[in-house]
């Protein structure tokens, strides 16, 4: 390949929906002409230094101006390392068009950029993220030297698609591979226990984490979200009695849908009297509420929401709503219905 047409790989245009080729360009330029004046001010700096410029870009999350940032730096430089390629990377699983992803693996198959851990990680997520599985496991299986973060995304890759056997396969062969687990990879496998109502897998990485004598704080919601799941409210009770206090709202969130969906109201409300109403707890609530068809239940929770003044927000109405008519009760539903619409029309006017 001449140098000619390897520098012209990261210019090729991706038109957004909706947008005409003239419409991008134009917006692109006007939103990057500050990335060109100070692109041509560090343009003699080191390659450490502009590195950093580029990590700056992505972890502000303007994705844009990093990519519009790499192409330059591509352009202009012959020294780009693993350091430049990992957080554009991170940049291209954050736009559109799985094509910039592509384009910059096959630069760092170019230059031999591609052989690290950390940068092997990053194109593993980037594959995992366009939904690409096939391409993440061919990253990892390339991979001479895996740490704990490498079996983590190729886990989390897995349970992204769905794929809550072979997520299962990838923890045992980490557990075969004598492989230091975190409180990611047991909080992503009791996530996959709870999808896949694996009570008895469950339970023994609930185990695992009182061996390994990890915090419990950091995964209690984890497992209380799993032991809810699954029906074993005892459970999840024990979990949260046994954190001495240590817990914040959303693993009581968490635990008071949990009661609710199966119908433990007397350990709900206990909880929901130790803490202050929130959205997110009446929300949840008053979902299950509506599986249940629990009208009295959710009649309450609707009192309570009216003391505290929740009402405004749109998606507890919303569940509000749905709780009503999932009990039959269609004229209170409208009732609430209509004056949701006339608190918009008095804010609208106000």
């Known amino acids: 390949m001449s140098m000619s047409m390897s520098r012209t790989l990261c210019y090729y245009k991706f038109p957004a929906k909706g947008c005409s080729k003239t419409c991008l360009v134009f917006n692109f ?35 844009l101006t990093a990519w519009d940032f790499f192409r330059r ?33 096959c630069l ?49 890759s897995f349970l992204k698609q769905g794929l809550v056997k072979e997520a299962f396969g990838v923890f045992a062969a980490m557990r075969r591979e004598r492989v230091d687990c975190s409180e990611f990879t047991l909080c992503s496998v009791v996530k996959a226990c709870a999808f896949s109502k ?39 009770m024990k979990v949260f009695s046994g954190l ?16 609710i969906r199966n119908r433990k109201y007397k350990d709900a409300f206990f909880i929901m009297n130790s803490m202050r109403p929130n959205v997110v707890a009446l929300t949840t609530a008053l979902a299950a509420c509506s599986v249940n068809s629990d009208l009295w239940i959710g009649k309450q929770i609707h009192c309570v929401a009216l003391r505290f003044g929740l009402t ?13 008519a999932k009990c039959g009760i269609i004229s209170s539903s409208r009732s609430l219905f209509d004056g949701i619409v006339r608190k918009m029309l008095f804010l609208g006017q106000a």
């Open 29 to 63: 330029q006007k939103r990057n002409v500050n990335t060109h004046h100070l692109f041509d001010q560090v343009l003699q700096r080191d390659i450490s230094s502009l590195n950093s410029q580029l990590s700056s870009y992505v972890r502000g999350r303007d994705f």
């Open 244 to 259: 001495d206090g240590r817990v914040d709202d959303i693993m009581r969130n968490s635990l008071i849908s949990g009661c």
């Open 73 to 105: 730096l591509h352009c202009s430089r012959l020294d780009l390392d693993a350091y430049t390629f990992t957080p554009v990377l991170g940049a291209c699983f954050a736009l559109p068009f799985p094509e910039r992803g592509r384009q910059v693996h």
């Open 312 to 324: 405004f927000d749109t998606q507890l109405c919303n569940v509000l709503l749905d709780m009503y």
């Open 198 to 236: 694996a009570i008895r897998q469950g339970k023994q990485v609930h185990g695992l984490v009182v061996v390994l004598g990890r915090d419990l704080v950091v995964l209690g919601t984890a497992l209380v979200d799993f032991y809810s799941a699954v029906g074993l409210i005892t459970e999840a």
């Open 108 to 156: 760092m198959i170019k230059s031999g950029s591609d052989t690290g851990t950390v940068t092997k990680t990053a194109l593993m997520n980037m594959y995992s993220k366009y939904g690409y599985l096939p391409e993440s496991v061919k990253v990892f299986e390339e991979m001479e030297s895996k740490d704990v973060v490498t079996w983590n995304a190729l886990l989390s």
